[in-house]
């Protein structure tokens, strides 16, 4: 399965500690929607924006990963699957289910994001404007 990063995820050893079958394939980019920080855990979400793009990362996933994936977003309690097309592809991410304000992330998740970008190699000026919301 095709599952797509935005936030902490995007961190390598992170993931690959939480979903050991994963492969990182490549960097992409969501066009339409953009990246956010809510809820009280103040985690990353993403939300449909007109000509707007959340950079992330297209990672293969197995059946395990999706289910470790599961509990660590707390589907469906704070997280819901959205499902996208990709080049003809499906691809699974996670989007908040309570649309909350704003929240600016704690620094120690922020350091786990902005690591993810390194790994990736995204630039990261949309996460710059994100923590400016």
């Known amino acids: 399965m095709l599952y797509f990063a935005y936030g902490s995820n995007l961190n390598h050893f992170q993931m690959k500690r939480r979903c050991k079958d994963s492969v990182f394939l490549k960097k992409i980019n969501l066009n339409n929607f953009k990246l956010t920080f809510r809820s009280k855990y103040r985690a990353a979400d993403i939300e449909p924006k007109k000509n707007s793009i959340v950079p992330g990362a297209l990672f293969e996933i197995s059946k395990s990963d999706e289910k470790k994936l599961d ?26 289910t309570k649309k909350t304000l704003f929240t600016y992330p704690t620094e120690r998740y922020l350091s786990v994001v902005k690591r993810g970008y390194k790994d990736c190699n995204l630039d990261n000026h949309i996460l710059k404007k994100a923590l400016k919301a």
């Open 71 to 96: 509990a660590y977003e707390d589907y469906p309690v704070l997280y819901k699957k959205h499902f996208f097309t990709y080049y003809g592809k499906k691809v699974m991410t996670y989007t908040m």
